[in-house]
């Protein structure tokens, strides 16, 4: 397989710019954008149209190719995080123990910080046991995206 450069683009959502970096079709990346010089992605894109569907509601699903740079520790984690149903929430120590370490909850909330792939691993869907927890990107916006799920639910 040859080596295939990385380029960005930018999403614009109903909760703000995203910057999603791909390899070829693969997302290494979806974080929040901070700079309007990242061009927006071509409109026919296959990532676009798949953000488009989650946004718009027609689909609850990514159906992205997605290659998250991380820890085995923090890419156990996203993958139970991806398990969790769109539009419910699960503690960071449930996600300790479905990845079979019960005292990891701190750990837990490490990786969800780390998430380099918003959404699509949706740690907005991990809470504290009393409490809404923390996001990387803002509470504020965490609050917006668990009630446009929960309003939302197929």
Not at 125 to 130: F, K, L, S
Request: glycine share 8%; aromatic share 10%; charged share 20%.
């Amino acid at each position: 397989m040859g080596w295939t450069s990385t380029e960005t683009f930018r999403y614009d959502s109903p909760f703000g710019e995203f910057a999603v970096s791909l390899s070829g079709e693969t997302v290494s990346s979806l974080l929040l954008c901070h700079s309007d010089r990242i061009p927006l992605f071509p409109l026919d894109h296959p990532v676009k149209i798949a953000l488009d569907w989650w946004f718009h509601r027609t689909s609850t699903d990514f159906l992205l190719i997605i290659d998250p740079k991380g820890t085995p520790f923090q890419k156990r984690v996203w993958a139970a995080l991806r398990e969790i149903p769109f539009g419910e929430t699960r503690s960071y120590g449930e996600i300790a123990r479905m990845i079979g370490s019960p005292a990891a909850a701190r750990a837990v909330g490490g990786a969800c910080r780390a998430n380099p792939i918003l959404l699509v691993t949706p740690c907005h869907r991990v809470t504290a046991a009393h409490g809404i927890g923390g996001f990387s990107v803002g509470v504020a916006l965490k609050e917006k995206l668990l009630a446009f799920e929960q309003n939302h639910e197929s």
